[in-house]
């Protein structure tokens, strides 16, 4: 088996050395191509107004001077002798869970992975800005992972459809189990606009995130978090609200 491993954090995050190591334990095939930079909330997006630069960090592990989106394309395209039989992209520094999927980058490179059609898992670890008592931030996603990945490398994906996994913030032990649930949704205006003034009077504005008010329906990624279980959510990248077809067609018929 050959595996691509990226990531939105960049190459030199935490979580994507723990990706790669999970994906070793799997094949010793194992592929590297991530943003060279932090790239989160970078959601589904290409460079397209400035050139993209490659850089080797080491045997079949690479960097783009770009995106999430980018990465996984230069990496098919450029980097790789031949296609991956899976992309794993993470583990994400934090949860991607409900709303926060059509933001997040790492949830992105494996929609990507998907328009290629490649089996495309995107993982992210649950974290609190404290550190945790038992100290390592993906202690759950590092025990847990491998459980998750195997049923799903020969399990059915439907053509342009991935998977996205979020770990709880709990210690391996303390893990429920694992919940297969559907995509949640946030109550929360999702962004603050903080004015300040750099060094030289000239303002800037920095995007904060304001407090978020979760809403555990039943069978949610958000529900299975909060009760201790990691969740595993098929996404589907036709965004067409089928119910409305024929309804709006009717509106436009007769004009």
């Known amino acids: ?45 290409l460079t397209l107004s400035m050139p993209v630069r490659l850089r080797k960090h080491g045997e079949r592990r690479f960097s783009v001077t770009g995106t999430p989106t980018d990465a996984v394309s230069m990496g098919l395209k450029q980097v790789m002798d031949g296609p991956p039989d899976l992309i794993l992209s993470g583990v994400n520094a934090g949860a991607n869970l409900g709303d926060d999927i059509t933001y997040s980058g790492t949830v992105s490179a494996a929609m990507e992975g998907a328009l290629a059609r490649i089996r495309s898992i995107a993982m992210s670890q649950v974290m609190k800005q404290e550190r945790p008592e038992w100290g390592d931030r993906f202690a759950a996603a590092r025990a847990w992972a491998p459980r998750v990945i195997a049923p799903l490398l020969d399990a059915p994906f439907e053509p342009r459809t991935l998977v996205t996994v979020n770990f709880p913030c709990l210690a391996p032990e303390e893990v429920r189990g694992m919940r297969v649930v559907r995509q949640g949704f946030h109550d929360y205006a999702r962004a603050s606009v903080v004015e300040g003034r750099d060094p030289r009077g000239q303002r800037y504005y920095w995007f904060g995130l304001d407090a978020i008010e979760h809403t555990l329906d039943h069978g949610t990624d958000l529900e299975a978090i909060s009760e201790g279980y990691v969740s595993i959510t098929p996404l589907q990248l036709d965004l067409t609200h089928h119910a409305s077809l024929a309804g709006l067609a009717e509106r436009f018929a007769s004009r």
């Open 1 to 45: 088996m050959r595996i691509l491993v990226t990531n939105d954090d960049g190459i030199h995050a935490p979580g994507i050395a723990l990706l790669e190591e999970i994906a070793r334990e799997m094949t010793d095939d194992v592929w590297v191509c991530a943003p060279s930079d932090n790239q989160t909330g970078a959601g589904h997006s």
